[in-house]
């Protein structure tokens, strides 16, 4: 359909980027990239009005998005730049120079190709960069050797590809890659560039295989200041990893949060505000983990001593932010004492309620004030000791 659009509008439409990259490899993509020779805001609003769907614009960037469909899928259009126009007739070198503009600002040259979806040329490959053959070859190759220092961000994206695909990045690319490690360059990363790129990687299944890797690159310094790679780690991941997937995917977490627990149960104090600000976390981010910090102590002992009664774990658990409580469950998971008692922490004794309510508390003559409070946390926590079974034993204790 939009193709048949484009034609009425005489506008050259190509699919861009990482759908040619994954149609060409046979894998599932949603994201359709449109670039439009000629002004994308308009044709973009062309097509939202034939097809009745929801367009939103960027003017500062001439870009626009459609939100097509029942299931809202989107469709992105940008401008191939339009510094000057290809004319009719034009010799061949100069036909496509737009695209071929367009195509060169991008990161590698598996992700600069198009495809055209013009009805005179439907589905012709426009690869101007060898980008088809390094498919094949299975390498990440950058355009040009200033492609790094022009956005160091790619340094990133590079090893998120090479990860997801089991390619490799090309020797000479390698070198830029490394040369731009050492130089310092990955520290101009923006927080909000960076965080964006590693939530891409966080949601990758095996996801700490990627951050092992940019550790290799030695590129840790400049995305997870005070953090490192431990070789425990090989271990505790997948156990997360399996964790996060099996329990704790309908649980409201911070998987952030959830998916950095094991770097940052090792992470130097004095790095953790460094860290918080070179990713734009939030205060509560800080906090949650200095939380952590200073109570793992306390939770490890309690959940290993023996004599510990069920209130006194549910009182240092409920203490501790749910995401480090599922990094402990990972690292205690081969002892059965400690892991039982999270389970029971998150599967049961978080959610026990005592019978009697504050009201009751006021029907039985107790004064109000943030005693109430205490009281029926004491009585939570005799009902997790299975000290008491019934309301009447409930308001004795109260009383008491
Ligand atoms: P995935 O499908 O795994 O998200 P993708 O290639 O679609 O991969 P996006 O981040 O959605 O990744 O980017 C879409 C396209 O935009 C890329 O294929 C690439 O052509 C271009 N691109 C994205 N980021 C950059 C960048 N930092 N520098 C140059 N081009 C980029």
Redesign the pocket.
């Known amino acids: 359909l939009i193709s048949e659009l484009a034609k009425r509008k005489r506008t050259r439409v190509y699919l861009?980027?990482?759908?040619?990259?994954?149609l060409i490899l046979g894998f599932p993509?949603y994201?359709l990239?449109l670039v439009v020779e000629g002004d994308a805001i308009e044709f973009a609003s062309f097509v939202a009005q034939k097809l009745e769907a929801k367009l939103v614009t960027y003017q500062p960037f001439g870009t626009a998005s459609l939100f097509v469909g029942e299931r809202k899928r989107r469709i992105d259009f940008a401008s191939a730049r339009q510094e000057f126009y290809a004319y009719p007739g034009a010799p061949p070198q100069v036909e496509h120079s737009n695209l071929r503009r367009d195509?060169f600002?991008?990161?590698?040259t598996i992700?600069?190709m198009a495809i055209s979806i013009y009805p005179d040329d439907w589905g012709e490959l426009f690869d101007f960069f060898g980008g088809f053959k390094d498919l094949q070859k299975k390498l990440i190759r950058v355009l040009h050797p200033l492609?790094f220092v022009?956005?160091p961000?790619?340094a990133i994206?590079a090893v998120?590809?090479e990860k997801?695909y089991g390619f490799q990045i090309e020797p000479f690319t390698m070198s830029l890659l490394k040369q731009t490690v050492r130089e310092g360059l990955l520290a101009k990363i923006k927080p909000d560039r960076l965080k964006e790129e590693i939530q891409?990687i966080l949601r990758l299944p095996g996801f700490y295989s990627y951050l092992q890797r940019l550790y290799q690159l030695d590129m840790f310094p400049y995305l997870f200041p005070g953090c490192v790679w431990k070789s425990d780690y090989d271990i505790l991941y997948p156990r997360l990893e399996r964790l996060i997937q099996e329990e704790a995917s309908t649980e409201r977490l911070d998987f952030f949060l959830l998916k950095m627990t094991p770097l940052l149960s090792d992470i130097q104090f004095d790095s953790l505000e460094a860290f918080v600000e070179r990713l734009h976390l939030s205060k509560r981010f800080y906090s949650q983990v200095k939380t952590y910090l200073g109570r793992r102590t306390v939770l490890e002992r309690i959940l290993q001593e023996k004599t510990s009664p069920p209130s006194r774990v549910f009182e240092v658990c409920s203490e501790i932010p749910l995401e480090f409580l599922y990094f402990t469950l990972a690292k205690f998971h081969d002892q059965d004492l400690a892991r039982e008692r999270i389970r029971n922490y998150l599967t049961k004794w978080r959610f026990v309620k005592p019978e009697l309510t504050g009201s009751d508390l006021k029907q039985l003559g107790i004064p109000q004030g943030p005693i109430y409070a205490k009281i029926l946390r004491e009585l939570q926590k005799a009902r997790i000791d299975n000290l008491v079974y019934s309301r009447e034993e409930e308001i004795a204790l109260a009383i008491k």
């Open positions: 861009v980027g990482g759908v040619v990259r994954d993509n994201d990239d195509l600002r991008r990161d590698f992700n600069a492609s022009e956005d961000a790619r994206r998120r590809f997801k891409l």
